[in-house]
Structure formats: C-alpha cells, structure tokens
C-alpha cells in the first residue's frame, strides 16, 4: 500500500519536478559552469576566475550595481510604506468598496509590464505626454523626465511602485482583517487612539506579512528589466541601467555569454545575501 502510495505521490508532482529541473535547476548549475568559460556562439574556453577578475574592474558593472540599489533604495520603501497606508485606510471602507478596490489595485499586478511601461512611456514623452501638458499648466514648461540620471531613475521608480503595491495592498488587508478585534476594544478602554493602536498593535502583529513583502520586493527590484529597456535602454550614459540589463547586454549584444553567466551568478548571490539579512534582521525584531 505503502508502495502504491509513493507511486502515485510521485506520479502526480512528476511533471512540475520535470519542468523545475529542466527551466530552473539544469540552468542554475549550468550557468555556474559556463561563467568559468569565455564562451561566445562559436566556441568556448576554459578560463577559470578570469571573468569574474575582470567583472569588478568593469566601470559599466560598477554603475548598474550601484544603480540597481538605488532602484531597491526607492522602490521597496515606497511599495511598504504605500501599500500599508492604503490598507489601513481600506479598513474603514464597506465590504463591497473594499472588494472594488482590491481589483482596482491588482488590476496592475495581472498586465503586462510592458504594456504598462510603454502606457507610462507616453504619459513622461516630452513633446505629447500628459506630464509636460501639467508641467506646462503649472508653469514649468516642457520636462524631459529622462534626460538626467536622478530624474529618470525617479520616473521609473514611480512606474514600478504602480504595479508592484497591487499585491502588498491585498496582503496587507488579509493581515489586517485577522488582528484580533478584542485587542483593540482593550486599547481602546486604555485610552489608546487609532493613531496609536495601530502603531502598537497593528504594525507588531502584521509583521510577519512586512517581512514578506520587504524581501519578495527587494528580489523582484532587483530584477528590474523591462521598463528599462523599454524606456531608456539604460541611458542616460547608463545612468539608469541595472544589473539584469547589464546582464542582457553583455549576453545578447555583445554575445560574451561566460561573462554574462559569471554576472548571472553575483547577482544570484547579492540576492540571497540580501534575503538572509533581511530575514535574519526581521527574526531577530520578532524575537525580542
């Protein structure tokens, strides 16, 4: 029985372990092994640490990295703090309110990011877009949001934080809803104001849910890619260009795939890094 049982267990999770190994693990050792190669279409040579050496004398490699913090900088902290306070101030709303602006606020998460970036692409267009017609309405004149390296990286911070907070809203409402209510009627005999009550209850109790979305944030900011290459192509003077970008040309412009793949790999290990701190940091505030 206890055969027959095993049988079909693994029968079933075959397909999905076939797919993991086949589109994630094969590719994940893989492109360990050829970052040890200069490897191009053609033919490939074994030359060990070499591109990981000339990886950090890059200037281009140093510029996306520090670029791509910055991204994470801006993004993650705006897509907490937004979404909590939406979340928070849905609490009040009625049921049937509350269930539009769930859609409304996930509607985002479901289109395409390039669909999107491409929405945005000609709402900042300096000559017809709907920012210059407000710009000039206020006085400002004409704005070319992408012709400098703080005010690009701003603009596409702005569109990602659009359709990344659909997620962290919905999370944070369910959070939200499964507070206890009896904790509050008790800080409410205490004289403890809403502003309070959620600073003292609210934010300890959800936590959990913070820690969450801070790291599923941070990873996917530091896979920024297409509103990139849609709206800037990492310009100006790679003043907006990330690691991933980076990544993509080094692989399929320049076709240097040992070197992409060696790229692949710090970006790989600046994630978990990042990830275990974040976790680690957040389980140690839990503990105490």
């Known amino acids: ?121 000609w709402m900042y267009n300096p000559s017809f877009g709907i920012i210059k017609y407000f710009s000039e309405l206020l006085g400002f004149g004409a704005i070319d949001v992408f012709s400098g390296q703080l005010t690009a990286i701003l603009a596409l911070s702005a569109i990602v934080v659009t359709w990344m907070i659909g997620q962290p809203v919905i999370l944070y409402l369910s959070a939200i809803d499964g507070v206890s209510r009896e904790l509050y009627e008790a800080a409410e005999i205490d004289g403890a104001g809403p502003v309070k009550a959620f600073f003292s209850i609210t934010l300890p109790m959800i936590s959990h849910t913070t820690l969450l979305i801070v790291i599923t944030s941070t990873i996917s900011v530091f896979q920024i890619f297409v509103v990139i290459h849609l709206l800037t192509s990492g310009g100006p003077y790679h003043g907006t260009e990330s690691l991933v970008y980076t990544i993509y040309r080094t692989a399929f412009v320049s076709l240097q795939f040992g070197k992409a793949s060696a790229q692949s790999v710090v970006l790989f290990f600046i994630i978990l890094l990042i990830a275990l701190l974040q976790f680690r940091l957040f389980k140690s505030k839990l503990d105490s």
């Not at 200069?38 to 890059?58: H, K, P, Q, T, W």
């Not at 670029?67 to 900088?73: A, C, D, R, S």
């Not at 409304?104 to 395409?112: A, D, G």
Request: proline share 4%; with cysteine; charged share 10%.
């Open 1 to 121: 029985m206890k055969t027959r049982n095993l049988f079909w267990s693994y029968f079933f999770i075959g397909p999905n372990l076939l797919f993991l190994t086949v589109f994630l693990v094969f590719p994940l050792f893989y492109t360990f092994y050829l970052s040890l190669f200069e490897a191009d279409i053609y033919s490939s040579v074994f030359v060990g640490l070499e591109n990981y050496r000339s990886l950090f004398a890059e200037d281009v490699f140093h510029k996306s990295f520090v670029n791509t913090f910055y991204f994470v900088l801006i993004i993650v902290p705006c897509v907490v703090i937004t979404s909590l306070v939406l979340a928070a101030f849905m609490q009040g709303f009625h049921k049937k309110a509350k269930s539009f602006f769930r859609l409304v606020f996930y509607l985002p998460v479901v289109s395409t990011p390039v669909v999107l970036s491409l929405v945005w692409g």
